[in-house]
């Protein structure tokens, strides 16, 4: 059995076979990674790069991957759409995350770019459904320049210092794969979720 990971970053490749070391010894995983995804989503919006998408996915599927994670955020509604299309489930990472928040009455969302937060609010709304879930959403700033010049600690630091700050709430969701380690460097006692451990799992149920 072959799980196959879309990314649009190569900082994702590494925190993925940890988890799968960790969790899911043994599993075969075939990591895509493509930059330029993120980059025409977010001038175009997330629909645009659904061709696309398609275009990799039937490749890996051809080759023998049995189901796809998207770990993007921003373009996973675009890779759930495709699923049909390609002959195996297409999931994104993050909509294990969603459920559990949607849950709890009030969430606020963090997240380090703006493109973000319109598909994880959309995504907690469908989890939600007929329940009443009251949606906080924040651009973490400047954490996007420190992601996109390398600094990892000082991407994680701003992240874990602003939901340090979050008041008024009964969960705080981390909208990207990437912020997953600021959990750790938080000291909230509000719940912070992360979507990395959840949606590995999600996706391996999924391909089995």
């Given amino acids: 059995m072959t799980l196959a990971l879309l990314h649009t970053s190569p900082v994702h490749v590494p925190v993925f076979d940890a988890l799968r070391d960790a969790d899911h010894p043994g ?19 997330p629909e645009s790069v659904s061709d696309e998408i398609r275009a990799l996915l039937a490749g890996v599927v051809a080759e023998g991957a049995s189901a ?22 297409v999931l994104r990472v993050d909509r294990p995350m969603a459920a559990a928040a949607a849950r709890r009455g009030r969430v606020v969302v963090l997240a380090a770019i703006t493109g973000t937060l319109a598909p994880t609010v959309a995504l907690l709304a469908e989890e939600a459904g007929e329940r009443s879930v009251d949606v906080r959403a924040v651009v973490v700033d400047g954490a996007w320049a420190c992601f996109e010049a390398g600094d990892r600690d000082g991407y994680l630091d701003l992240i874990a210092a602003a939901a340090d700050a979050v008041t008024e709430a009964d969960v705080i969701v981390l909208a990207q794969a990437s912020m997953a380690d600021a959990v750790s460097r938080t000291v909230t006692r509000i719940p912070v979720l992360s979507s990395p451990r959840s949606g590995l799992t999600a996706a391996v149920a999924a391909a089995r």
């Fill in 27 to 45: 599993l075969a995983l075939r990591h895509l990674v493509d930059e330029d995804l993120l980059l025409r989503a977010g001038e175009s919006g």
């Fill in 68 to 89: 796809v994670l998207c770990t993007c955020s921003t373009i996973g509604a675009a890779a759930e759409s495709v699923s049909a299309a390609v002959g195996v489930p």
